[in-house]
């Protein structure tokens, strides 16, 4: 009786078949039409029992597909059906339909009062003023570029994060820059270059070069200064961007498969076509923090003087700090740094860097912006943030840890179509986003979905606007930590310079024993990445030392 329960899928349908048969010769040969189904149920049936790669359907023959079909369509279940409006990851739905109202011009407005809980300890919240500011700045923009920079740049207070021509299609690259263009924003490349969609439209763009430094490379995958000179000195091009590491797989580097190097994707990167395209884990072209900053300065002086930057995941703190002690030591400042937390996003990583390596943006943040206060030079380097900033409020936090301003990837996908359908991996995109297949991208018109992504971004700043001037104040750069407040239990709350540390100008050069970052400031080293101390044995002594003085 088990044999017969685990096989009753394809013994139903022989039956079925049986009775078809005799019917077709008793009543009517129309019955015969049944075999179209119960038929390739039976040969499919007998397939699975006798193949040996399965163990599930040679046990449970073509009843144990039924999983299969169930597992494809839990994702698609749980978005539309199960999950609540604040539970879906890693946006959830009322993020996304945030975006999208915005983005097509609906109502953005929320009945009824907030849904979460006030009383959890993910709540935060800004403190408001009774003097609210009556005329904020509507349209906040930052000014990038210190005295080494001979063109600086107005940038808005949010901008489109980096994102590949290839990781992305064609038609959402030039979606994405229409939107820049007549949104006033800029438009992070990513690393895979400057390519023809980037440049149809004019947005600005901020040029991002990655260890593979696609798009001004020579054949041998080294930097190439004279064609990096060639693109960077374009007008469109406002700034350009050294990327150490994203968020999603720091330290990772990556690889093209051949089949998706197509001639275009081959002549925007200066590479092979249909040969894989390797972005090594490390650069080439310095070894050391003071190399990098001498790099940095020559990129600048090859675009004509325009503002040069970093972009990173924080890491190991030592190595944040001794970005700033090669600034100090080399006299080269970059003219801004992206701070990209481990929550960002990629088409495709390896799980584990994805879940647990790299440092989230509040935490990067907060280093990177003690590194470059503590060190007494931030007054000559920007700050920026990207990880997972989708609305007003997420601007706010930012602006107020320290950030000058935010760049968002995912958020602008959304604003172009994309739903959340994560098979940015596969190619198989249904909005055309992330895929190269022609057939898919023709869903996404460049002109339609650009509007929308520029009207998602004014929405957007004007919500950042409103809470600007419910604080009091009439600028965002005005925010700061005590404006921010953290539950960090049920009857507790602080403001976030409470719960982190924030250093004050020039401490580490003064006082930096005085510090929590005393053994990361001790280890940095200008001239390597490598710490200059026994972290292991430093760390350990703090430790022993911090409870001999509790005792």
Same mark, same amino acid.
């Given at each position: 009786?088990?044999?017969?329960?685990?096989?009753?899928?394809?013994?139903?349908?022989?039956?079925?078949?049986?009775?078809?048969?005799?019917?077709?010769?008793?009543?009517?040969?129309?019955?015969?039409?049944?075999?179209?189904?119960?038929?390739?149920?039976?040969?499919?049936?007998?397939?699975?029992?006798?193949?040996?790669?399965?163990?599930?359907?040679?046990?449970?023959?073509?009843?144990?597909?039924?999983?299969?079909?169930?597992?494809?369509?839990?994702?698609?279940?749980?978005?539309?059906?199960?999950?609540?409006?604040?539970?879906?990851?890693?946006?959830?739905?009322?993020?996304?339909?945030?975006?999208?109202?915005?983005?097509?011009?609906?109502?953005?407005?929320?009945?009824?009062?907030?849904?979460?809980?006030?009383?959890?300890?993910?709540?935060?919240?800004?403190?408001?003023?009774?003097?609210?500011?009556?005329?904020?700045?509507?349209?906040?923009?930052?000014?990038?570029?210190?005295?080494?920079?001979?063109?600086?740049?107005?940038?808005?207070?949010?901008?489109?994060?980096?994102?590949?021509?290839?990781?992305?299609?064609?038609?959402?690259?030039?979606?994405?820059?229409?939107?820049?263009?007549?949104?006033?924003?800029?438009?992070?490349?990513?690393?895979?270059?400057?390519?023809?969609?980037?440049?149809?439209?004019?947005?600005?763009?901020?040029?991002?070069?990655?260890?593979?430094?696609?798009?001004?490379?020579?054949?041998?995958?080294?930097?190439?200064?004279?064609?990096?000179?060639?693109?960077?000195?374009?007008?469109?091009?406002?700034?350009?961007?050294?990327?150490?590491?994203?968020?999603?797989?720091?330290?990772?580097?990556?690889?093209?498969?051949?089949?998706?190097?197509?001639?275009?994707?081959?002549?925007?990167?200066?590479?092979?076509?249909?040969?894989?395209?390797?972005?090594?884990?490390?650069?080439?072209?310095?070894?050391?923090?003071?190399?990098?900053?001498?790099?940095?300065?020559?990129?600048?002086?090859?675009?004509?003087?325009?503002?040069?930057?970093?972009?990173?995941?924080?890491?190991?703190?030592?190595?944040?700090?001794?970005?700033?002690?090669?600034?100090?030591?080399?006299?080269?400042?970059?003219?801004?740094?992206?701070?990209?937390?481990?929550?960002?996003?990629?088409?495709?990583? @390896?799980? &584990? +860097?994805?879940? /647990?390596?790299?440092?989230?943006? !509040?935490?990067?943040?907060?280093?990177?912006?003690?590194?470059? %206060?503590?060190?007494?030079?931030?007054?000559?380097?920007?700050?920026?943030?990207?990880?997972?900033?989708?609305?007003?409020?997420?601007?706010?936090?930012?602006?107020?840890?320290?950030?000058?301003?935010?760049?968002?990837?995912?958020?602008?996908?959304?604003?172009?179509?994309?739903?959340?359908?994560?098979?940015?991996?596969?190619?198989?995109?249904?909005?055309?986003?992330?895929?190269?297949?022609?057939?898919?991208?023709?869903?996404?018109?460049?002109?339609?979905?650009?509007?929308?992504?520029?009207?998602?971004?004014?929405?957007?700043?004007?919500?950042?606007?409103?809470?600007?001037?419910?604080?009091?104040?009439?600028? @965002?750069? &005005? +925010?700061?930590? /005590?404006?921010?407040?953290?539950? !960090?239990?049920?009857?507790?709350?602080?403001?976030?310079?409470? %719960?982190?540390?924030?250093?004050?100008?020039?401490?580490?050069?003064?006082?930096?024993?005085?510090?929590?970052?005393?053994?990361?400031?001790?280890?940095?080293?200008?001239?390597?990445?490598?710490?200059?101390?026994?972290?292991?044995?430093?760390?350990?002594?703090?430790?022993?030392?911090?409870?001999?003085?509790?005792?």
């Amino acid at each position: 009786m088990n044999a017969i329960l685990r096989n009753i899928v394809p013994l139903a349908a022989l039956c079925l078949s049986l009775l078809a048969l005799a019917l077709a010769v008793w009543i009517s040969p129309w019955w015969l039409i049944l075999l179209l189904v119960t038929l390739p149920v039976v040969a499919l049936g007998l397939y699975d029992y006798f193949q040996k790669r399965w163990t599930i359907t040679r046990n449970y023959p073509v009843a144990a597909r039924l999983r299969w079909l169930f597992y494809d369509l839990r994702p698609f279940l749980r978005a539309y059906i199960v999950e609540g409006d604040l539970e879906g990851k890693p946006y959830p739905y009322e993020a996304r339909n945030l975006v999208h109202a915005r983005a097509r011009g609906e109502t953005d407005t929320h009945p009824f009062g907030t849904e979460r809980d006030v009383a959890g300890e993910e709540y935060q919240w800004v403190n408001h003023s009774i003097a609210p500011a009556d005329d904020p700045d509507t349209d906040p923009r930052v000014t990038v570029g210190n005295e080494q920079c001979a063109k600086p740049y107005s940038a808005s207070v949010l901008n489109i994060s980096a994102m590949s021509f290839g990781a992305l299609s064609a038609n959402a690259v030039e979606a994405l820059n229409w939107g820049a263009k007549h949104g006033g924003f800029y438009h992070d490349t990513g690393e895979g270059g400057f390519s023809p969609y980037h440049q149809k439209h004019g947005g600005d763009i901020v040029w991002e070069l990655g260890s593979g430094y696609f798009g001004a490379r020579d054949k041998g995958g080294n930097f190439d200064p004279s064609l990096f000179a060639e693109q960077a000195s374009r007008d469109q091009v406002k700034m350009t961007e050294i990327k150490l590491s994203q968020g999603a797989k720091p330290g990772h580097g990556g690889l093209l498969p051949a089949a998706k190097v197509t001639r275009e994707i081959a002549e925007t990167r200066k590479v092979p076509a249909h040969q894989d395209c390797l972005s090594p884990r490390g650069h080439k072209a310095f070894k050391t923090p003071a190399e990098m900053m001498e790099f940095a300065a020559r990129m600048r002086d090859l675009s004509g003087g325009k503002p040069v930057g970093l972009k990173l995941c924080i890491g190991q703190p030592h190595e944040a700090f001794a970005l700033v002690k090669a600034m100090q030591k080399t006299g080269i400042f970059p003219d801004f740094i992206v701070v990209d937390g481990a929550e960002g996003g990629t088409g495709a990583a @390896p799980l &584990e +860097l994805s879940d /647990h390596v790299g440092m989230p943006l !509040i935490d990067g943040l907060i280093v990177m912006r003690n590194a470059l %206060v503590g060190a007494g030079v931030k007054d000559k380097v920007r700050l920026a943030a990207s990880g997972k900033v989708y609305s007003g409020y997420g601007l706010a936090h930012n602006l107020a840890i320290g950030a000058d301003w935010c760049n968002a990837a995912r958020a602008f996908m959304f604003s172009i179509g994309c739903i959340q359908a994560q098979r940015c991996h596969l190619g198989t995109c249904p909005t055309g986003v992330t895929t190269q297949d022609p057939r898919r991208q023709r869903g996404l018109v460049p002109e339609v979905q650009g509007e929308r992504a520029a009207r998602f971004h004014r929405k957007t700043v004007e919500a950042l606007s409103e809470i600007t001037a419910s604080a009091g104040l009439r600028h @965002p750069r &005005e +925010l700061e930590p /005590h404006h921010i407040v953290h539950r !960090i239990g049920v009857t507790q709350a602080r403001t976030i310079d409470k %719960v982190y540390p924030f250093l004050p100008e020039g401490v580490l050069n003064d006082d930096p024993g005085s510090t929590d970052y005393a053994d990361w400031w001790a280890a940095a080293d200008p001239d390597s990445f490598k710490p200059r101390t026994d972290l292991g044995r430093a760390r350990t002594s703090l430790h022993h030392n911090s409870h001999l003085k509790e005792a």
